[in-house]
């Protein structure tokens, strides 16, 4: 019995069949997998605040170190050791850090929609900063930084960790702003759904936040290709939501009063 093959205009139709199914669910699957992403960060995040919670009640509320340039009490290092593979020397600096015998796992402190491994020298495992004003670089820039735990006021309305997008390879430094100014120092990472990133805050907490700014945007995507004009970030005077936000949650000693 001879069997009936598809004319041409059956298999075009297969095809165009096809393409439209995917045209749809495609859209759906890569919403389902930046949804699996921002779940994973915010944990990761999660973890992170509960581990710098650790340290502080282990040291009579004192916090870890916020800049890694400061070896003697930071929270992690820089790229470590002699290992040919960039990864596993960043890596080796996270678990030289005081926070890593807290935290117990090194892959808590990237987000796994950080791409900067695919654009720079490979060096970018550790998407998160802290806050400059936590025992971080407030320190060595304005001597306003926060020592207890107990100096932090209204702790839930505090971040800790920042997601940070530092276009030279790794997160050197902490995430430093000018509080009482118009601009921050360090870009912040966009990451999720092209507008959110992630905070963890100071009560132990970690949620994703949306950015609302354009500027804050498109700052995020030029650090995310290795564009270092993006420091000391000044955003238009009609787009300050962002800076406003990061203002108030930005913990700091106040300055002193002028004689």
């Not at 095809?15 to 921002?38: E, F, G, H, T, W």
């Not at 791409?115 to 550790?126: D, P, Q």
């Not at 992630?198 to 907490?205: F, H, K």
Request: charged share 25%; proline share 5%.
């Amino acid at each position: 019995m001879r069997t009936r093959a598809f004319t041409l205009i059956e298999l075009l139709v297969v095809i165009a069949i096809i393409a439209v199914l995917m045209a749809i669910l495609l859209p759906s699957l890569n919403l389902a997998k930046d949804q699996a992403k921002r779940m994973h960060c915010v944990s990761n995040v999660k973890n992170l605040t509960l581990a710098w919670m650790l340290y502080k009640d282990d040291h009579d509320g004192r916090l870890v170190g916020g800049h890694p340039a400061r070896t003697s009490d930071a929270w992690m290092l820089g790229p470590r050791g002699n290992d040919p593979d960039y990864i596993e020397q960043a890596k080796e600096g996270l678990r030289q850090g005081k926070l890593f015998p807290y935290a117990k796992n090194v892959n808590i402190y990237e987000c796994p929609s950080d791409e900067r491994r695919k654009r720079s020298k490979g060096l970018a495992f550790g998407s998160f900063s802290v806050a400059g004003g936590l025992n971080g670089e407030e320190r060595e820039w304005s001597n306003r930084h926060l020592i207890l735990y107990q100096e932090i006021e209204r702790p839930a309305t505090k971040y800790v960790f920042v997601e940070e997008i530092d276009p030279r390879g790794y997160n050197k430094g902490s995430w430093v702003m000018d509080r009482e100014g118009d601009h921050w120092i360090d870009p912040l990472a966009v990451w999720h759904s092209k507008n959110r990133g992630t905070l963890g805050w100071a009560d132990g907490s970690a949620r994703m936040h949306t950015w609302v700014n354009q500027s804050t945007i498109d700052v995020a995507k030029r650090a995310a290709w290795g564009d270092t004009s993006v420091f000391d970030f000044t955003p238009p005077a009609d787009e300050r939501d962002d800076l406003e936000f990061m203002h108030r949650g930005y913990a700091i000693l106040p300055k002193p009063r002028s004689r």
